[in-house]
């Protein structure tokens, strides 16, 4: 498999699919972990990163020709490749920006469904995340947790029997991992209630993100809600504390789309055909923009405000309409003004034919 392959693909977590699917996007677990017989990344030499990066090769060739691991996994040397792949990867999700913008080596393998990718050399040696579409945490764990088990069958983890996992963050020490959802959250923002949401998280010490994790912006009303802590308390304990949370957030977004609907029907409907019609007929258009416009849509379809369009399609445009996805679609490098001649063109042939439903009386 190689790395354009996925170029004109959909990961796992585009597929519109899994419980709760109209608001949640995705779920992810990821574990953070360091080899035993190397120091942490800020600390080591080229000559360590290099040591780590191809014995977790060998660990993954391994696993392979075990029949462990898929044999269309896609294994990258992120330091080969250019900026343009990087910044894809970044925008599929399938490393961090800390990783595409890093020096010296590091890797990342990815599964050909994008369902996990393993970062190496990012913060900590090694950085396992599973993504699940819809709100399906369980099911995110047993594959990381066996992605997981499967890597330590050939190395030696940094563990300590009374701190757990060590890690180079602190705040990753003990089980070392981080559980998070992905929400579309837009009638919670048009209501005015999402910060009141947010000031209650933090009170029960669960941090909320933007679309791409850590320092990124809430573009398109995307947020992910994942764990600050770690040690002390158990993975499922963990799991259990963001998915007995989601279920309350779920239904405040509801509550909120449905008091959209019942109080303001028309203006909700002219905002979604307004959206709707921006974007099937302009002719350049920004990133943040189409972001914007696109989150209106989305909750315009799950409210049925929208025919003959589907969920998986507009979870698409959201990322295939991101500044790499675009020049990789294309073949070459564009501009920004260039990009947005490129991404209205884009959006028009993708949306054609499809229209908003008339209003409804109520």
């Not at 972990?33 to 090769?57: G, H, K, V, Y």
């Not at 691991?69 to 990258?76: Q, R, V």
């Not at 970062?119 to 396992?128: A, F, G, Q, S, T």
């Not at 019609?277 to 409210?303: C, Y």
Request: overall charge negative; glycine content about 6%.
């Amino acid at each position: 498999m190689e790395l354009n392959e996925l170029t004109n693909a959909s990961g796992e977590w585009l597929r519109g699919a899994g419980p709760e699917s109209d608001i949640v996007i995705s779920s992810r677990i990821r574990l953070a972990r360091n080899l035993a017989d190397f120091p942490f990344l800020s600390r080591a030499t080229e000559a360590d990163r290099a040591a780590i990066e191809q014995i977790l090769q060998d660990t993954i060739s391994k696993l392979i020709e075990e029949k462990k691991l898929d044999p269309n996994t896609l294994y990258i040397k992120v330091g080969d490749i250019d900026q343009l792949d990087r910044m894809f990867l970044v925008e599929r999700q399938l490393i961090s920006r800390e990783l595409a913008d890093a020096t010296g080596a590091r890797s990342v393998v990815i599964d050909p469904q994008e369902r996990y990718s393993v970062m190496i050399n990012e913060e900590d040696h090694v950085r396992l995340q599973v993504m699940q579409s819809g709100l399906n945490l369980q099911a995110a764990w047993e594959q990381v947790n066996r992605l997981d088990d499967l890597i330590e069958e050939h190395v030696v983890y940094a563990f300590s029997d009374r701190l757990g996992y060590l890690t180079a963050c602190p705040t990753n020490v003990g089980t070392g991992i981080r559980v998070s959802v992905m929400l579309h959250l837009p009638a919670l923002v048009i209501t005015r209630q999402i910060e009141k949401v947010f000031k209650s998280l933090q009170k029960i010490s669960l941090a909320v993100r933007g679309l791409y994790g850590e320092g990124s912006q809430a573009m398109g009303d995307f947020y992910q809600i994942s764990n600050q802590i770690t040690l002390g308390l158990t993975e499922e304990e963990l799991i259990a504390k963001v998915a007995d949370i989601v279920p309350v957030l779920i239904d405040y977004e509801r509550q909120a789309r449905d008091f959209l609907i019942r109080e303001s029907h028309e203006t909700l409907h002219d905002r979604v055909s307004r959206a709707f019609g921006i974007l099937r007929t302009a002719q350049t258009i920004s990133s943040e923009e189409t972001m914007h416009l696109l989150s209106s849509v989305r909750m315009g379809l799950n409210l049925g405000l929208i025919s003959d369009l589907q969920i998986p399609t507009i979870n698409k445009l959201f990322v295939h309409t991101q500044p790499a996805h675009l020049q990789k679609l294309a073949g070459n490098d564009l501009d920004s003004a260039a990009r947005n001649i490129e991404r209205a063109t884009y959006l028009r042939r993708h949306l054609d034919g499809n229209k908003p439903n008339g209003p409804t009386q109520n």
